[in-house]
């Protein structure tokens, strides 16, 4: 039996807001894992983004950016996400996050899941 592997790519943003609003966004995927990361990093240049880290980038970058994420029909039904409000449990809305994405997306038989969290802290990656 072959084991099917499901792909997390994870982004969270607010910290800066010291808890007030906490977003956290997961795409789960399998077989696209590639196609979608090329159509993401498009995306990503056509919005004006680039490789600039979110908060660096202009508003008017990041609601384009969004804008084309949620518009693109290949993101249908593999794109999760969560708004968190008061609070500052930051790893743990993260991790809740991934957890319902992946029972969102788990197939019936064997699966493992490898995360990738953008810009998890190295002290953080064991956990």
């Not at 990503?44 to 508003?59: A, C, D, H, L, T």
Request: proline share 1%; net charge positive; aromatic share 10%.
């Amino acid at each position: 039996m072959t084991i099917k592997k499901l792909y997390c790519f994870v982004d969270e943003s607010g910290q800066d807001t010291e808890g007030e609003i906490f977003i956290v966004s997961v795409v789960v995927t399998s077989e696209q894992r590639d196609k979608l990361l090329q159509l993401c990093e498009r995306i990503e240049k056509g919005s004006g983004k680039g490789k600039v880290k979110w908060r660096k980038s202009s508003y008017k970058s990041r609601l384009e950016y969004i804008s084309a994420v949620l518009a693109d029909k290949r993101f249908k039904g593999k794109l999760r996400y969560e708004v968190f409000q008061n609070t500052k449990l930051y790893d743990t809305a993260t991790i809740e996050r991934i957890a319902h994405a992946v029972e969102w997306h788990k197939p019936s038989d064997q699966f493992t899941t490898l995360v990738y969290v953008d810009g998890l802290a190295k002290t953080k990656r064991h956990e």
